[in-house]
């Protein structure tokens, strides 16, 4: 089996992967399910969603302050390192449910961030978008353009991912050899949909996570190793001399 799946990966020409919360998890940051999870500790629609915005601006922020706070402490591991090596060798794209950038501080340079950035903003009433750098407010920044608050520039539960990136996520995975999800429950609609596009390429699809998924089932290969592991021995295939 592990010399077919080498066999698999030298073949193929496009790399789709599709990450999420635990390929950061060896950097330090939490993932949200699981024991460890942020959702173990915090109520997800008192955070994460438009209306807990409206209700509470000061508490959501406080709370991105923070989750901004961990992400500027935490440094790409060597499963994003790994990822971005692949560019040397064969041409990648990242889908990330991630919010946290580091794959592109990693160096990856094809980045999908189907969920967003921690660190852009928009506002709530139009149509400005911003960034944030290291300075965090106690209270959400108003809009340059119209004075309402400007609030985190990702998808909240209950919203929907931008057309057009949304788009762009699914013709990479129609049109890829290989699909590697690292590191994501498969739980949060439409990101578990990706593979079923994937599949439909005839790609081979890899999954890179220490504990099943509901869509383990699915899988061609699965490697039962945390990202930093998995990802390193993924790598060394292409980087050995041999
Ligand atoms: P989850 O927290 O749901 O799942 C993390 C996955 O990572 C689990 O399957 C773990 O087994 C696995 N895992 C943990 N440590 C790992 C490690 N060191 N290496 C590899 N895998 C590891 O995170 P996501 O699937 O990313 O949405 O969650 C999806 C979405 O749900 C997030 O983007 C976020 C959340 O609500 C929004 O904010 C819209
Ligand atoms: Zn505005």
């Known amino acids: 089996m592990i010399e077919n799946l080498e066999n698999t990966l030298k073949k193929a020409k496009k790399f789709v992967f599709l990450t999420g919360a635990g390929i950061s998890q060896e950097s330090g940051i939490s993932t949200f399910r699981g024991k ?8 997800p629609m008192k955070l994460v969603s438009a209306q807990a915005f409206r209700d509470d601006p000061k508490l959501v922020w406080s709370w991105y302050n923070d ?3 961990k992400i500027l402490a935490a440094k790409p591991n060597a499963g994003h390192v790994a990822i971005a090596n692949l560019q040397n060798h ?6 990330t449910q991630n919010v946290d950038g580091l794959h592109h501080i990693a160096g990856s340079r ?8 921690i660190f852009a903003t928009k506002c709530t009433k139009c149509d400005f978008r911003g960034n944030i750098g ?18 985190p520039d990702v998808v909240w539960f209950g919203e929907s991912i931008k057309q ?10 129609m049109a890829c050899d290989v699909m590697i999800i690292v590191g994501t429950s ?18 081979a699809i890899v999954d890179i996570n220490p504990e099943n998924t509901p869509f383990s089932y699915e899988m061609d290969f699965s490697i039962r190793q945390t990202a930093v592991e998995g ?5 060394s295939i292409f980087e050995s001399p041999f």
């Open 36 to 43: 460890e999870g942020l959702w173990q500790k915090y109520d």
């Open 186 to 203: 498969l739980v949060v609609s439409p990101a578990n949909t990706l593979h079923f596009y994937a599949k439909n390429n005839q790609a």
């Open 231 to 235: 990802l390193s021995r993924l790598i």
């Open 90 to 95: 064969r041409e990648v794209s990242v889908i």
């Open 67 to 69: 989750r901004r706070r």
């Open 164 to 173: 057009d990136v949304w788009k762009e996520a699914v013709k990479r995975s």
């Open 110 to 117: 094809d980045v999908i961030e189907i969920h967003g950035n």
């Open 134 to 151: 290291d300075e965090f407010s106690d209270l959400p920044p108003s809009c340059k353009i119209c004075g309402s608050y400007l609030r």
